[in-house]
């Protein structure tokens, strides 16, 4: 049953990805946008960006600073990190951005660098956790734990539990996720975190994380009503994480991938408008509309006993990297 079903979710998903997620299907529903919504200053905003200096992170840090946000872009590379802040700088006019260096994939490294900015800054009204990692093969960090999991899954929750009390004494807070419609084909499977049992399928194992991200979002929006928490796919866009990670789909689907701004302009509008904010917390997004975080059919719902099983065993994991 379970090569069938993954086949279904993996056909569902691919005719609703020809349908929705490209960049024809982005030019039709942008027709519905409301512009007024991204007509707005956000002088005196914070905006922390993980992945800024390229892709989707890079276009949505350059459609924020173009606001007179304040930026805080955080990037595993110095180089291209300083590189992309100049040409932020240069086309925005926007002074107020600012680089921290920090590899997602090491977990303690992480929790440091959240805990060194709580008393560096004063306030950060908004988190988008925009970085993507996708292995072709299995790897472990130094602390043992598999890389994908460590920087989309750990360093995610790691940076929300940390920065929590910074965002909750910042005007209008806002977490916002950047996940996948890959996850659609994934259901929440806390018993192989690691991916130490099976054979490794990076795509997959993305997916899974991508899953996890959308759960995450659900219980911490539960946990902290004074936040708002949302998560969204942006699309299929054109980003070297695609490019170098899926070749093959890379080049097949071309023309039809969106541009990192057209990925980008649901996270902007999620991060600046006051219409997203009508939303509830805690929901999945696409092209500016709520959607569902699963496809029809697809068995993909997990009870909200596994949801819970998978937020304590992320928080022991979490407080085991934790400075003391």
């Known amino acids: 049953r379970g090569s069938t079903m993954s086949l279904y979710r993996n056909s569902a998903w691919f005719l609703k990805g020809l349908t929705e997620f490209t960049k024809g299907a982005y030019l039709s529903e942008s027709k519905n946008f ?3 919504d991204l007509e707005t200053s956000v002088a005196g905003r914070s905006f922390m960006i993980t992945g800024a200096n390229s892709g989707i992170g890079k276009a949505t840090a350059m459609a924020i600073a173009k606001k007179a946000g304040t930026i805080h872009m ?27 260096i920090l590899d997602l994939t090491e977990t303690k490294k992480v929790w440091e660098f ?12 908004v988190l988008i956790n925009n970085a993507g990692c996708m292995m072709t093969k299995r790897e472990e960090n130094d602390e043992g734990l598999e890389k994908s999991f460590a920087s989309n899954s750990l360093a995610v929750y790691i940076l929300i539990k940390s920065l929590i009390p910074l965002l909750e004494k910042s005007p209008e807070p806002r977490v916002i996720t950047v996940s996948s419609g890959g996850m659609l084909v ?6 192989n975190l690691q991916s130490q049992r099976g054979r490794y399928d990076g795509t997959m194992v993305y997916a899974q994380n991508k ?14 009503p004074n936040i708002h928490f ?13 490019a170098n990670a899926m ?46 975080a699963h496809l029809p059919l697809a068995w993909t719902h997990s009870s909200q006993l596994e949801d819970q099983k998978f937020m304590s065993v992320m928080e022991d994991l979490a407080k085991s990297f934790q400075p003391h």
């Open 186 to 191: 994934q259901k929440l499977r806390t018993g």
């Open 230 to 242: 949302s998560v969204m796919h942006p699309g299929w866009v054109d980003t070297p994480t695609i």
């Open 34 to 36: 409301v512009e007024k």
């Open 74 to 100: 955080v990037c595993r590379n110095k180089d291209k990190a300083e590189e992309a802040r100049a040409e932020i700088v240069k086309e925005s006019g926007n002074k107020e951005i600012y680089v921290h």
């Open 211 to 224: 899953r996890q991200q959308v759960v995450m979002t659900e219980q911490f929006a539960k946990a902290h």
């Open 114 to 125: 959240a805990e060194s900015f709580k008393k560096k800054y004063k306030t950060l009204n």
């Open 247 to 292: 070749p093959d789909f890379h080049s097949s689907m071309k023309e039809r991938l969106r541009t990192p701004e057209q990925g980008a302009d649901t996270v902007v509008w999620l991060a600046v408008s006051e219409a997203a904010v009508k939303n509830p917390s805690g929901r999945f997004f696409q092209d500016r509309q709520m959607v569902s």
